[in-house]
């Protein structure tokens, strides 16, 4: 949103956010909240729904721009993620669901499975573990007896 458009925006920093609905150039929309940076630009932050061209779309929350805090962004793939984000990455707690329905619910660490997690496959296995980046190493798998 660092496009200085201001025919639209009549609000002073300081004033809180806004709610706009806006088109960028290359067909991304974003609708939502908007506030004013200190160097005047509007940049979203608050909540809001980015819609990209090629089909992505995340709804949460902003801050400065970027996904920060809760939201769900969801892939043509059809991969989701929902849970929290930090500076545009996945970053806390969250379930990651793979086009193929497998999932993984537990840690992220910049936009990595680390930490505490639990993978369950497309037939319905449960594997629990430390999850770092692609490694896995000693998972246990979960038997429903």
């Known amino acids: 949103m660092s496009e200085n458009k201001?025919?639209?925006y009549?609000?002073?920093q300081g004033e809180g956010?806004?709610?706009v609905s806006y088109i960028f150039p290359n067909g991304d929309r974003y609708e939502g909240e908007c506030s004013r940076a200190a160097s005047g630009v509007m940049m979203r932050s608050?909540?809001?729904k980015h819609t990209s061209a090629g089909g992505t779309t995340y709804t949460g929350e902003w801050l400065e721009d970027k996904m920060h805090g809760r939201g769900t962004l969801q892939h043509p793939s059809g991969a989701l993620y929902e849970g929290e984000f930090k500076d545009n990455m996945y970053h806390g707690t969250g379930t990651y669901t793979?086009?193929?329905?497998s999932t993984y619910k537990g840690h992220f660490h910049k936009n990595r499975?680390?930490?505490d997690g639990t993978f369950t496959n497309t037939q319905g296995l449960v594997w629990m573990g430390e999850f770092h980046g692609k490694a896995a190493l000693g998972l246990k798998m979960q038997h429903n007896i």
């Open 6 to 8: 201001e025919s639209n």
């Open 10 to 12: 009549s609000k002073t």
């Open 17 to 19: 956010p806004i709610q």
């Open 46 to 48: 608050g909540t809001g």
């Open 98 to 101: 793979f086009p193929d329905g």
């Open 113 to 115: 499975l680390e930490g």
